[in-house]
């Protein structure tokens, strides 16, 4: 039997809905998404296999100007992914003003792009009116001819059916990469890290959640089929260790209910999970830090 296998990066600017368009298209939670800017840090895989063919998306970090050296590594590890993939899908964030000029800018980079498939997802489209799209992928067509365009809004699962059809219809010939059960790679220790930095971004205002990692430092099933976690959440400062643990411990205490919540639905058993602050200075600056997160230090 011939089979097909295909990757398909998903890039834009931070905060277009990449992460949420993944988790859409996969039908499961498996990257974080949250209303601040530079949620994603490394590559997540999606996998989705139908019959003979295998679809694996790649969610990646959005595009910025980086800063730290923190930042160099997740705007490479998004560079890298759009570079090796098969069909990039620029994702965008209709609503914004800025949208044209963004989608310009992203697009007149990307290697080959004359030879290469490049769709133009707008999300968001929930939020603007559908007659101001129409000009936008008009103009944008005229910009570059990419090879479909697809309105959506991953958040409410509307347009992902058509955008998961045009994606299947494209695939390459070729072996698929993965057991066709798998959804992800990533492991369920960094997962669970992930849902923290999650609840710890939704629940903690602007300046800080950059400054923030956590870390799964034990994952371990207990005999009776729960699961204990150990995490450490890193911060940069005092202060900032202060505010992730809040007035008396309420907000590490609400932080770590809301993330054993979820885990408890994800992982489907009792969740024990213990949660550590600590400082260490400039972390995001350490090439050990940025290497454990599966980063290039060196980008
Ligand atoms: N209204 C609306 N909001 C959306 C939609 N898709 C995503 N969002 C919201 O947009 C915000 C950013 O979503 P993410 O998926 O985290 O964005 P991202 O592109 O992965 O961001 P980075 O990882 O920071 O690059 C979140 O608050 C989402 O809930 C959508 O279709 N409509
Ligand atoms: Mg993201």
Not at 63 to 74: E, Q, T, V, Y
Not at 95 to 112: G, N, Q
Not at 238 to 257: E, T
């Amino acid at each position: 039997m011939t089979t097909r296998c295909g990757f398909i990066a998903l890039i834009g600017a931070p905060n277009a809905g990449k992460s949420c368009l993944l988790n859409a298209l996969i039908g499961d939670k498996i990257s974080i998404v949250s209303p601040k800017v530079q949620t994603t840090r490394t590559r997540v895989l999606g996998i989705v296999t139908k019959n003979d063919a295998q679809a694996v998306f790649i969610d990646t970090p959005g595009l910025f100007k980086p800063r730290r050296r923190l930042d160099r590594a997740m705007v490479a590890a998004a560079h890298d992914a759009r570079d090796e993939a098969d069909i990039v899908a620029v994702v965008a964030d209709a609503a914004r003003k800025d949208c044209l000029e963004t989608v310009k800018k992203i697009v007149s980079r990307i290697p080959s792009a004359d030879k290469r498939k490049i769709a133009l997802v707008l999300n968001k489209v929930d939020l603007i009116d559908r007659k101001k799209l129409l000009p936008m992928v008009a103009d944008l067509n005229k910009f570059h001819p990419f090879a479909a365009t697809f309105m959506v809004a991953a958040i409410k699962n509307d347009g992902i059916e058509g955008l998961e059809k045009w994606i299947f219809e494209q695939l390459p010939e070729g072996p698929m990469h993965y057991n066709p059960d798998t959804v992800t790679d990533t492991p369920d220790a960094i997962l669970a890290a992930e849902i923290t930095r999650e609840k710890l971004y939704l629940r903690l205002h602007e300046e800080l959640p950059y400054g923030l990692h956590v870390m799964t430092d034990s994952f371990e099933k207990r005999a009776d089929g729960s699961i204990e976690i150990r995490q450490t959440i890193i911060t940069n400062e005092a202060r900032h260790k202060g505010m992730v643990i809040g007035k008396a411990g309420a907000m590490l205490k609400l932080v770590g209910s809301l993330t054993r919540e979820e885990l408890q639905q994800i992982f489907d058993t009792r969740i024990h999970l213990f949660l550590d602050v600590v400082v260490k200075d400039s972390w995001d600056e350490r090439g050990e830090v940025i290497s454990e997160m599966g980063l290039n230090p060196d980008a």
